[in-house]
């Protein structure tokens, strides 16, 4: 049996802060993150780099033993941490196949917020001009301590409502097959990032051991 949480959320719900503070507060974590499995595995794989030449969609049989080999390489009681996979219905098979294959203990949260604040708060994004770390509201950068920038960018929101699309589109539908199996957690994503990360925490108590005190 593998526990595996699942993080779902639209762009702006600050699934990925909250992610962060979830590693910190449970421990034994580690963070499957397909596209990035994907990019390093098409430096050394010239065919599967073949498919960021052609923008062509990566196939099952492709990503499949990716994820595979990572899961592999887990110590014992080790958890996933799943950031934005599965998000489209060929996705949830290839997770289908990995549950069944290493027994998956799922919990998904979805950090709920609209239409319209996710656009309000990317809106408000704050980049790095030294390493292009982002966040909302502004301040200096938590990585290499440069004064961070508000965006302020058309094409942008353009970008971000055609990612909402495909959210609502091709997500949505994969986070209600987690609610109808019972392995769904939603959270109001409404408030201060601590706000809601009260709320994670109080709904992932129940089913994690928090290493470190409150
Ligand atoms: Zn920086």
């Known amino acids: 049996m593998r526990e595996v949480l699942i993080l779902f959320g639209m762009q702006g719900s600050g699934k990925g802060t909250q992610g962060e503070r979830v590693k910190e507060r449970y421990g034994k974590f580690t963070d499957i993150i397909v596209g990035q499995l994907l990019r390093e595995k098409a430096k050394t794989d010239t065919e599967i780099g073949k498919y960021y030449d052609t923008g062509k969609l990566f196939p099952a049989e492709v990503v499949e033993p990716i994820i595979a080999e990572k899961i592999n390489a887990m110590h014992g009681d080790e958890r996933i941490l799943f950031d ?21 203990n799922t919990v998904a949260l979805n950090i709920l917020i609209n239409e319209k604040e996710s656009l309000e708060r990317l809106s408000k994004r704050y980049v790095c001009p030294n390493c292009e770390y982002m966040k909302v509201g502004e301040g200096d950068c938590p990585k290499c301590g440069t004064k961070l920038e508000l965006r302020r960018d058309d094409t942008d929101v353009n970008v971000i409502k055609k990612r909402i699309g495909i959210f609502k589109k091709d997500t949505q539908p994969v986070i209600n097959y987690f609610k109808e199996k019972g392995e769904l957690i939603e959270i109001e994503g409404i408030g201060t990032y601590d706000e809601v990360t009260e709320r994670v925490f109080k709904e992932l108590d129940k089913h994690y051991e928090p290493i470190l005190a409150k």
């Not at 934005?84 to 998956?104: A, C, T, V």
């Open 84 to 104: 934005g996979f599965p998000r489209n219905k060929e996705q949830l098979g290839i997770y289908k196949n990995l549950s069944d294959k290493y027994d998956f």
